[in-house]
């Protein structure tokens, strides 16, 4: 590893894009056989700009510094004098995310940089940008799948902070009952998953299993009510929500961001811990509850974003449960649209 060359991966987004651009992080840097530091300084997650990251994950890898080494050996060279600032803050002179990544991050298929400092950020795992470069003590990885790399990286690099990895095993002890479980994620605030296909789902699982547990995962509060009057045996943590239809992460009325990215974390390792999945992987976070999952591939159940609406017909469905009275009215209204599905017959 050469002492004075570092790879900084800044975070951006939300809890599963952030993880999947550190694990793409921790496969360039030990390929290049650069030092990594990860910088989670950005208000997403840290309330008073420490690195969160080092709260969430203990990462023999990533350089525990809260301060980027002070170089102007930098690529891009637009991060020259500005390594301190967020991937976020740097967004707005592009005119798309296309035009923003060229000019933000390294190019991922180049491992041969002369500068000092290099910077990168991912929304998504990319490693088929580093494929050409598994040789020698990689070449393991040649034959894998996307998939298989990533996990392997996430098992075995980026594991949890002790505290909270006993927040997981307790409550999956306290709850989980020795049931069968299945585990549902649904992102339905600024992130419509497949609501209808996945409680299609759900339902055709219940009939062969009525007693089974089930742990919802969820960033909308009345998505959570809605699984609490309709199912039986709901398990869900306790955390903060925001207003329907906003995000969570980035979320300037959230109180404590930190431990609200704690919480998302419990919930996602929760998730991983299920004998059965659904899941929408359209969304990062439940692609990153995928690559965690012990469970087999047959009881993993991905279900593809947009089901049988259109996407302005679900755009103007979710306007009026906003205007006219929030899931249940908005529901009903959903059920005229498709009358051929009955949500909760089971």
Not at 92 to 107: A, G, M, V
């Amino acid at each position: 590893m050469s002492e004075g060359k570092y790879l900084v991966v800044k975070g951006i987004a939300g809890l599963g894009n952030r993880i999947l651009s550190a694990l793409t992080g921790i496969l360039y840097a030990r390929l290049s056989g650069r030092r990594l530091i990860i910088d989670w300084r950005d208000p997403t997650f840290s309330m008073d700009g420490s690195n969160a990251f080092h709260d969430l994950f203990l990462c023999s890898m990533s350089y525990p510094v809260d301060d980027i080494p002070v170089t102007d050996s930098v690529n891009p060279a637009i991060w020259r004098g500005n390594l301190n600032r967020s991937a976020t803050s740097m967004r707005k002179p592009y005119r798309n995310n296309r035009e923003f990544l060229n000019n933000t991050s390294i190019d991922l298929t180049r491992l041969d940089y002369n500068e000092d400092l290099l910077v990168m950020w991912a929304y998504h795992g990319e490693v088929e940008l580093l494929r050409d470069h598994f040789k020698g003590i990689f070449e393991e990885y040649r034959h894998q799948s996307k998939e298989q790399i990533l996990r392997l990286i996430l098992l075995e690099h980026l594991p949890l902070r002790h505290l909270i990895q006993a927040k997981v095993n307790e409550f999956k002890l306290n709850n989980f009952n020795g049931k069968t479980t299945v585990g549902v994620h649904i992102r339905y605030s600024d992130h419509r998953a497949s609501l209808f296909a996945i409680i299609d789902k759900l339902n055709t699982l219940l009939r062969v299993e009525p007693d089974a547990l089930i742990f919802l995962a969820t960033d909308n509060i009345q998505i959570k009510k809605m699984f609490e009057e309709n199912y039986r045996s709901i398990i869900t943590t306790d955390h903060w929500y925001p207003k329907p239809g906003a995000r969570i992460h980035d979320n300037r009325a959230c109180p404590d961001r930190l431990e609200s990215g704690i919480e998302a974390l419990v919930d996602l390792y929760l998730l991983a811990e299920c004998d059965r999945l659904i899941i929408d992987t359209s969304s990062t976070f439940s692609y990153v509850a995928k690559l965690l999952t012990n469970a087999q591939k047959s009881n993993v159940f991905d279900i593809a974003r947009g089901g049988k609406l259109t996407p302005r017909i679900r755009r103007l469905s979710w306007q009026l449960m906003l205007k006219l009275g929030g899931y249940s009215l908005g529901l009903n209204i959903l059920s005229k649209i498709e009358k051929t599905k009955k949500l909760f017959n089971r």
